[in-house]
């Protein structure tokens, strides 16, 4: 699918099909989304550049990420998709940016775009040239990535809570689900782990922009990839601490699973080390010998059951003096 967005008052979306290719050439924004071949082809032989292949986003070396070619730059970076789904996706996504036009090329749908699209019909900022619309879409994608990492951050001071006060915590249980914990934890540092590389390819992207686009953005544009740049930076400082949150939310779930266990198996040991003595004067009167001088005792039944009572009671208070119960 391919959306042109035409420069006027506002940004007019339209979505091209064959009847309207000529349109191409007018749009200040191309937006191919999932494009087939064939739309491929349109776009290349209207707008007379190479668009890059799915497989050409998804080198990873930086020659292959970010060149120029003639007066037109490609930039490709990762971005993240379905943030808030069981199973976020990212993938790489293209910046095409000629002096006339901004072509972006992605195969998924970050909440990034959606917002952005929806901002052109409300507010009014300055797109005379595409530099100035990748500007805003850059600046709506880090915004986005910032929520991102927001969210986490919030989700891992919920399972802190859940780990240390559970007393405190939203979501009250009797007892921590730890298993449920770890599933959680991981998930958010997956995400986590996924908008740090994003930010890491926009940490590249941002400068090469600034140095490679010359003359044609001016000074106020440079100011902005600036500030986007230091953000990239800020937030990046800010993943790194979420990652170094998780390992410590892991390790402190992991400990007091250990600790569970631990009391766990302290609980079968006081309880053996209680009915041991027991064991053993009921063990002796069991012996099946012909001769026992208490079996012929007519209270020795009690005085059995007594010593047994009192042989379980006499480590019970031990136990319990020191705290061991």
Request: glycine share 4%; with cysteine; charged share 20%.
């Amino acid at each position: 699918m391919i959306i042109a967005y035409l420069s006027k008052e506002t940004l007019e979306a339209h979505k091209i099909g064959e009847h309207n290719l000529f349109l191409l050439k007018e749009a200040i924004w191309i937006d191919m989304l999932r494009p087939t071949r064939k739309e491929g082809l349109h776009v290349e032989q209207c707008l007379a550049l190479n668009i890059p292949t799915r497989e050409e986003m998804r080198e990873i070396e930086l020659s292959s990420r970010l060149y120029k070619n003639k007066d037109t730059l490609f930039m490709t970076a990762t971005m993240i998709a379905q943030s808030a789904s069981p199973d976020p996706k990212h993938d790489a996504i293209t910046f095409v940016l000629t002096k006339k036009q901004l072509i972006t090329i992605r195969y998924i749908e970050p909440q990034a775009f959606a917002l952005f699209a929806a901002y052109l019909h409300k507010a009014e900022f300055p797109h005379e040239h595409p530099y100035q619309v990748l500007i805003e879409l850059l600046d709506a994608t880090i915004d986005r990535l910032a929520d991102i990492l927001e969210t986490v951050s919030h989700h891992l001071e919920e399972y802190s809570k859940l780990i240390f006060r559970p007393e405190q915590a939203e979501q009250k249980r009797a007892r921590p689900d730890y298993q449920y914990l770890i599933q959680q934890i991981g998930a958010n540092a997956d995400l986590n782990t996924k908008a740090r590389e994003c930010l890491v390819t926009f940490s590249r992207l941002i400068p090469f922009f600034g140095q490679s686009g010359g003359s044609q953005i001016d000074e106020d544009g440079q100011a902005r990839l600036g500030t986007l740049s230091k953000d990239v930076g800020a937030l990046s400082d800010h993943a790194n601490f979420i990652s170094s949150k998780v390992n410590f939310l892991l390790d402190a779930t992991l400990g007091m699973i250990n600790i569970e266990q631990n009391a766990i198996i302290k609980i079968f040991s006081v309880a053996a080390v209680i009915f041991l003595p027991p064991t053993l004067i009921a063990s002796i009167y069991g012996m099946n010998f012909h001769y026992i001088p208490e079996l012929s005792f007519k209270g020795g039944y009690f005085l059995a059951i007594g010593l047994m009572f009192l042989s379980a009671l006499v480590p019970y208070k031990y136990f319990k003096r020191k705290k061991w119960l």
